[in-house]
C-alpha cells in the first residue's frame, strides 16, 4: 500500500502529488495541452479566405456569361444547318421542293406538296436572334438539293446569321448545296 507521500511512476517531485503545469491539462502519453488551445480557425483567417474567393468569383462570372452566349449562339447554328442538310435530304429524296423559313425566334422546315406547305419541323433559337440574306429569311431547295432563292427557280447562295451579345455565327450555303458553320 502507498501512502501519500510516496513517490510514483509519473510523480513530478517528491510530494507524492502529481504536479499540474498552469493552465495546462493532461492529454495522455505525457502529452500536455493548453486549455482553451484548440485548432481551428481564426475570424481573420475567415475573412482572408472569402475575400479570395469574392475576388475569384468577380473575375470568373463575366467570363463565364460571355462562353454561355458563345455556345447558344454556336449550338443554334448547328442546329439550324442540321435541319437545312434535313431539307436538302428530303428535296432529293422525296423528289420535292422543301424550304427552310428562319422566322423571329423559330425555324421551320416545310415540304411542298399538293395541298401547299406542310411543316415538318419546327424548332426555337431561344435568347439568340437570326437573320439572313436571303429575301424572307428563307430558302428554298429543288429536286437536286440546290439552294433557291424563295418561289423562284434561281439558284442563289446564302447565309444565314445568328448572335447573342458580341457572340456570332454564321450559317453558309454554297450553290453546290454545300451547308457549312462558320
Not at 435530304?89 to 411542298?112: I, K, M, P
Request: glycine share 14%; net charge positive; aromatic share 6%.
Amino acid at each position: 500500500m502507498t501512502t501519500g507521500d510516496e513517490s510514483r511512476p509519473g510523480d513530478r517531485g517528491g510530494t507524492g502529488r502529481r504536479q499540474e503545469k498552469a493552465g495546462a491539462t493532461r492529454a495522455g502519453c505525457g502529452v500536455w495541452r493548453r486549455a482553451g488551445s484548440r485548432s481551428g480557425v481564426t475570424l481573420m483567417e475567415l475573412a482572408v479566405v472569402i475575400a479570395v474567393l469574392a475576388t475569384l468569383a468577380a473575375i470568373t462570372v463575366p467570363m463565364l456569361g460571355s462562353s454561355h452566349a458563345g455556345i447558344s449562339v454556336l449550338r443554334t447554328a448547328q442546329r439550324f444547318a442540321t435541319a437545312v442538310r434535313y431539307a436538302q435530304a428530303t428535296a432529293q429524296d422525296g423528289d420535292c421542293r422543301t424550304r427552310v423559313v428562319l422566322d423571329g425566334a423559330a425555324f421551320r422546315v416545310e415540304r411542298a406538296t399538293d395541298g401547299g406547305w406542310v411543316r415538318d419541323l419546327y424548332a426555337t433559337t431561344g435568347v439568340v436572334t437570326g437573320g439572313s440574306n436571303y429575301p424572307g429569311d428563307g430558302v428554298e431547295f429543288s429536286r437536286d438539293g440546290r439552294p433557291r432563292v424563295p418561289g423562284t427557280a434561281t439558284p442563289r447562295a446564302g447565309t444565314f446569321t445568328f448572335s447573342c451579345g458580341v457572340a456570332t455565327r454564321s450559317v453558309v450555303l454554297q450553290l453546290t448545296g454545300r451547308v457549312r458553320v462558320r
